[in-house]
């Protein structure tokens, strides 16, 4: 059973604590007052079950069973079908993650279906258990601490994304440091955050534009004010998330392509330097090969060499090789090569 916590409220005082939906929706017809059905991952059964009973549209249980939906405020009729998206940041792996969560609120009913693991609604059933007065105000009383609970929540989201930006902004200036793909996921999870918060103002917006017409407690509509206030506050604090990312972004490829202008003029400075001394060693192996080839030719030792039985043929070939060599040192030196 997907029944998480159940409860039928009287003045906004638990009278009873039904174990199935069955004796849930018996027991509300018996007493007349407000069902508040908490259910986390139900079955299909389950929520046609509960469709059934209060005659919920057919095209917002569909989005129920689907999941994936969009933060959205729907009306039915008397029904109001809301989908919120809560957001919890996971130290351990510096990661936004984020839940579903489907709300139906009629004239007596409130139907919870939890899909994630926040925002805590334990903690919104106890306080406004805790507070017979508010939760007498009726179904709309419960959706206001819903979303005042989810807006709390984001509050340690901010935080942590806060801190990951201040983290980026201190390692992009250090030496070989490349926080490009940091920033690239940290930009998509505050986009996906945006997501999750920015269809919340106009959802507020729209339940205190319809106040009147569904008779809102005007007490209920200050609540509603104060999360309104909030959620202004959490889509400019984003908003600057992202704009910070996006400089940081900018910041951060003119820091790599430096880098790589750096390395590149490395990289030809050293090509330079081995070419001027590929050069000198080529330049003392032409030098040292001329006396090379002059010694290689009198050292074949052939019969009929007529220098060989000259006075002046050892003086000639040793002029030669120091002669030759002299005038390549004199080439290489005149065109910088040595």
Known sequence: ???????????????DS???????????????????????????DEVRQVAAEFGLHELAV????????????????????VVLRPARYLDDVEEVEFGELHVFIGRNFVVTIRHAESPSLSKVRGRMEGDP????????????????????????VLAGLDNDIDEIDAQMFLDESDV??????????????????????????????????????????????????HILNLTERVSTFRANLDNALTVE??????????????????????GEEVKKISSWAAIFFAPTIVAGIYGMNFTNMPELEWPFGYPLAIGLMVGGAFVLYLVFKKRGWL
């Open 1 to 15: 059973m997907a029944i998480v916590d159940n409860g039928i409220y009287v003045n906004g005082v638990r009278t």
């Open 18 to 44: 039904p174990v199935t939906l069955d004796e849930t929706f018996r027991r509300m017809h018996d007493c007349g007052g407000m069902g508040w059905i908490g259910l986390y991952r139900p079955s299909e």
């Open 62 to 81: 569909e989005d129920a069973l689907t999941g994936h939906q969009r933060s959205k405020l729907e009306r039915y009729g008397d029904t109001l079908f």
């Open 133 to 156: 007065e508010l939760l007498a105000r009726g179904p709309e009383a419960v959706l206001y601490a819903i979303l005042d609970e989810l807006v709390d929540e984001y509050a340690p």
């Open 180 to 229: 490009t793909q940091r920033i690239y996921e940290l930009a998509g999870e505050v986009i996906d955050f945006q997501k999750a918060i920015k269809p919340l103002q106009p959802m507020l917006e729209n339940l205190l534009r319809g106040s009147a017409k569904y008779a809102v407690d005007l007490e209920l509509q200050r609540y509603l004010r104060d999360v309104l206030d």
């Open 253 to 274: 490829s003119t820091i790599v392509a430096r880098r790589q202008n750096e390395e590149m003029r490395r990289m030809t400075e050293e090509s330079i330097r081995q």
